[in-house]
């Protein structure tokens, strides 16, 4: 069956320190893929997206790149920041629809200290 | 646009009690998704609605779970019987119709249920 495997927590990480979370799927065909992330007290908040191989998400100054290949996705940032801070969800759909369920991986919480 | 919104924020209840918890997606969005996260591991699909039908409801874990959503605007979750298991967060989604431009599922903030 489809799922995603991410590097298990918490991260702790100096500000300005680069960021790699990795993540691996599982899937049947060609699926798309997330990245979410929780801040704290809010919801849940689409970081970057990929829809096809070798596309590059990017926002906020994190990028990840689809890899059919090695089947990853795996999350980078720079030079990270104390707002940074939050769980981060890796995640997959892989039906035709468009509005085919979202399989998340079980989150990686991130703290950064000043 | 107000986001999609859930009530309550957060609720305790007793193992056997009854609890039902409210979503209201974003205006239009004719896609409805439930979702939850219990003891901090992955966010598990629960079930799908599309207006008023429920296109979805693979991920239900028994039928203590009843979700429904009348006249295909806001939807509830009710449990009942509520068992210790059923601790976690419940998140719930919405999304444009497939065919329009924008096809992101826009998740609400989440409602914390604590069975005691």
Known sequence: GNSVTQMEGPVTLSEEAFLTINCTYTATGYPSLFWYVQYPGEGLQLLLKATKADDKGSNKGFEATYRKETTSFHLEKGSVQVSDSAVYFCALRAGYSSASKIIFGSGTRLSIRP | ?116
């Not at chain 2, 209840?13 to 009854?18: D, F, M, P, R, Y």
């Open chain 2, 1 to 116: 646009e107000a986001g999609v919104t859930q009530f309550p924020s957060h609720s305790v209840i007793e193992k056997g009690q009854t609890v039902t918890l409210r979503c209201d997606p974003i205006s239009g969005h004719d896609n409805l998704y439930w979702y939850r996260r219990v003891m901090g591991k992955e966010i598990k699909f629960l079930l799908h609605f599309v207006k008023e039908s429920k296109q979805d409801e693979s991920g239900m874990p028994n039928n203590r779970f009843l979700a429904e959503r009348t006249g295909g605007t806001y939807s509830t979750l009710k449990v009942q019987p509520a068992e210790l298991e059923d601790s976690g967060v419940y998140f719930c989604a919405s999304s444009r119709l497939a065919g329009e431009r924008s096809y992101e599922q826009y998740f609400g903030p989440g409602t914390r249920l604590t069975v005691t």
